[in-house]
């Protein structure tokens, strides 16, 4: 079982960029999935909580919304680092 993801986890994050691929990924990530989730054939016998992971949902949303915080904090430390 996997854990919900942490602020204290981007640690090793120190520059703008490295955030900014990780965000691209996981953005990426999140439409893949809604993607899959939407256009998955139902069978009669299951509903769609048993084949798809709802939980997944959160977890990118939860670390997007820590890389967007994470990003904001070093942009105000250092607002030279500022991407066009």
Same mark, same amino acid.
């Given at each position: 079982?996997?854990?919900?993801?942490? *602020?204290?986890?981007?640690? #090793? *994050?120190?520059? !703008?960029?490295?955030?900014? #691929?990780? !965000?691209?990924? *996981?953005? @990426?990530?999140?439409?893949?999935?809604?993607?899959?989730?939407?256009?998955?054939? /139902? %069978?009669? $016998? #299951? $509903?769609?909580? %048993?084949?798809?992971?709802?939980?997944?949902? =959160? *977890? !990118? &949303? /939860?670390?997007?919304?820590?890389? @967007?915080?994470?990003?904001? =904090?070093?942009?105000?430390? %250092?607002?030279? $680092? &500022? =991407?066009?």
């Amino acid at each position: 079982m996997s854990k919900l993801p942490k *602020f204290k986890d981007l640690a #090793s *994050f120190t520059t !703008i960029d490295a955030i900014d #691929s990780e !965000i691209f990924s *996981f953005q @990426k990530r999140l439409f893949e999935l809604k993607i899959s989730f939407k256009t998955k054939t /139902r %069978n009669k $016998n #299951s $509903n769609w909580v %048993n084949y798809s992971k709802p939980h997944l949902f =959160i *977890f !990118i &949303k /939860r670390k997007l919304a820590h890389l @967007k915080y994470k990003r904001s =904090i070093l942009l105000r430390q %250092n607002p030279t $680092n &500022k =991407i066009v």
